[in-house]
């Protein structure tokens, strides 16, 4: 069985297998506090532009998600985003079990903007029962979103004009930040992403780590306590230098970009490929996530020897489905399945 299911079937990349090994034996001190994880911050901190942010880590995205947002917010405010979000959708309601209601918007091809946060921002305030309210306090994006789609720089730089103007925390879900930087067309830097928001990550699970995310806090208002809510709320590994040994390596001589870009590239030979054979995407996506529209006897017949992802269905005899590549997806396997597509 070959597996499109996602982008973190596989294990981690060599080289960062290669570190765990040859530091396995070395002691450090716990919690996030050697000089691995310092390095690595350091590391990433140069690589967003960003000297005075504060980064953290992680071992997992809905992890970062909800402690992030809990540590932000009070105990009567909520979190904008998209309709098919993360937070709203994927996340068994982590983020409503901290206490924090999700208030989701229509999205469009996975994304809001910000006219939207403008107006849920008004229509709070402007009604005479706002105190009977949730009130909206951050907005939350993902880049790439989950249907594969990318914000612009434009678009950024406008969420993040009106979360100045309204008082409202930019984050930003950056679980597959590598395959979003590395897509053709992007105009879309680290840098940038650490100029318009006031937090997100870098995810490492889907982007070549065995596991972790770096949270990157550059609003100073979160910055104080977060160590707090990460211990909180479980996240505070023990042997934490098995996470900054990680991003330290995938943020040396580029590899971070490097993996990222290999993993767009077989996307790109994949919608190629099954664009010449004639099947119609669901949506138009240049990240490793490629939605196709599938005839149900043929989405029987594929998934004898594939694993692939059911999205939803799409009229009486036709499905939606989702095809990821990842940074260790082999060309070979690309071709045996455009093959039998």
């Excluded at 070395?26 to 990433?44: F, M, N, P, S």
């Excluded at 709070?124 to 990318?150: C, F, N, R």
């Excluded at 925390?169 to 590598?178: N, W």
């Amino acid at each position: 069985m070959i597996l499109f299911n996602s982008d973190y079937t596989e294990g981690a990349h060599p080289k960062i297998m290669q570190r765990l090994m040859e530091t396995n034996l070395e002691q450090t001190v716990g919690y996030g506090e050697d000089e691995y994880c310092e390095t690595a911050r350091d590391a990433i901190r140069k690589a967003c532009d960003a000297p005075e942010a504060d980064v953290h880590f992680l071992v997992g995205g809905t992890q970062a998600n909800f402690t992030v947002i809990s540590s932000a917010l009070r105990s009567f405010q909520g979190v904008l985003c998209a309709d098919s979000g993360h937070i709203n959708v994927h996340e068994t309601g982590a983020v409503e079990a901290t206490g924090h209601k999700v208030l989701a918007l229509p999205g469009t091809d996975g994304k809001i903007n910000a006219k939207q946060v403008k107006e849920a921002f008004e229509l709070h305030w402007k009604d005479d029962a706002h105190e009977h309210i949730v009130q909206p306090k951050m907005v939350y994006i993902s880049h790439p979103t989950e249907l594969g789609t990318l914000y612009t720089k434009a678009e950024l730089e406008a969420l993040h004009d009106v979360c100045q103007e309204c008082g409202l925390y930019l984050y930003l879900d950056g679980a597959r930040m590598g395959y979003g930087l590395a897509a053709p067309g992007t105009d879309v830097t680290l840098a940038d992403v650490a100029r318009y928001c006031d937090v997100f990550y870098i995810g490492g699970t889907k982007v070549g780590a065995l596991f972790g995310e770096a949270v990157v806090i550059c609003n100073p208002l979160l910055k104080p306590d977060f160590r707090y809510c990460i211990k909180q709320h479980g996240g505070m590994l023990a042997k934490g230098r098995l996470l900054g040994l990680q991003f330290l390596e995938l943020f040396k001589d580029g590899l971070y970009y490097e993996i990222s870009k290999h993993a767009i590239d077989m996307a790109m030979l994949l919608k190629d490929g099954l664009t010449k054979k004639g099947y119609t995407f669901f949506k138009e996506s240049v990240t490793n996530q490629q939605f196709i529209i599938l005839d149900d006897t043929k989405l029987e017949e594929i998934t004898k020897k594939y694993g692939v992802t059911y999205q939803e269905r799409y009229d009486e005899s036709r499905s939606v489905i989702r095809l990821c590549t990842s940074w260790a997806t082999k060309e070979e396997d690309v071709k045996a399945f455009l093959e039998d597509m």
